[in-house]
Each structure stands twice: as C-alpha cells, then as structure tokens.
Nanobody, 116 residues
Framework: QVQLVESGGGLVQAGGSLRLSCAAY????????MGWFRQAPGKEREFVAS????????SYRDSVKGRVTISRDSAKTTVFLQMNSLEPEDTAVYYC?????????WGQGTQVTVGS
C-alpha cells in the first residue's frame, strides 16, 4: 500500500511556472509507474504525464509536451511535475497517481489556477 501527499499548487499568471511535488509513503519499492492527472471543473479527469519508476521513461499528454517535465528523486520516493509557460487552460485540480501491479492509488489533489 502507498500513501501520496501532493504539494506545490497555487495561483500563477499565464506564462508563469509551478512545480508540483508528490511524496510517496509506504511500499514505494513496489511502485511501477507514477504520474499526474488533472480535472478541470465540469470535465473528466485526464492524463498529464507519467514516469516508469525503475526505467525513468516518461510519457506526456500532447497538449503539455514541451511545457511540462515529470521527474523523480534518486531515492524514488517523490515525483515532480515542473510546469512552464502555463496557460489558463491548465487550470485544474492536479492529482498524483501511483500504480503497483493491479492496484492504483491517488493523492488528495492540489489546485492549480492560471490567471489570464
């Protein structure tokens, strides 16, 4: 089992940057993939980015490619989402996600608001 705690959300003007963090606690050695999803008001939750926990390979949503970077720390307990050139369309609650075999865990979410 894994617990996920996010931080780093906030209010930023268009063109600005934010860095989200997600600390994993528990059986982190069993994590296969960690990622970020987001949910805007009235919309479904959508994939943003993911990273293979062992290989470090990454995947991104097309609309964020070139603006967003997902990474993990060397201890493999924290995942980061560096977001640059933020747009109002990026406004959403961002959720950290961890996959361990057939199981999936979610963080509580952190609000990102981008002003125009």
């Amino acid at each position: 089992q894994v617990q996920l705690v996010e931080s780093g959300g906030g209010l930023v003007q268009a063109g600005g940057s934010l860095r989200l963090s997600c600390a994993a606690y528990g059986q982190t050695f069993t994590i296969n993939t960690m990622g970020w999803f987001r949910q805007a008001p009235g919309k479904e939750r959508e994939f943003v980015a993911s990273i293979n926990w062992n290989a470090g390979s990454t995947s991104y949503r097309d609309s964020v490619k070139g603006r967003v970077t997902i990474s993990r720390d060397s201890a493999k307990t924290t995942v980061f989402l560096q977001m640059n050139s933020l747009e109002p369309e990026d406004t959403a609650v961002y959720y950290c996600n961890a996959k361990l075999g057939p199981y999936e865990y979610w963080g509580q979410g952190t609000q990102v608001t981008v002003g125009s």
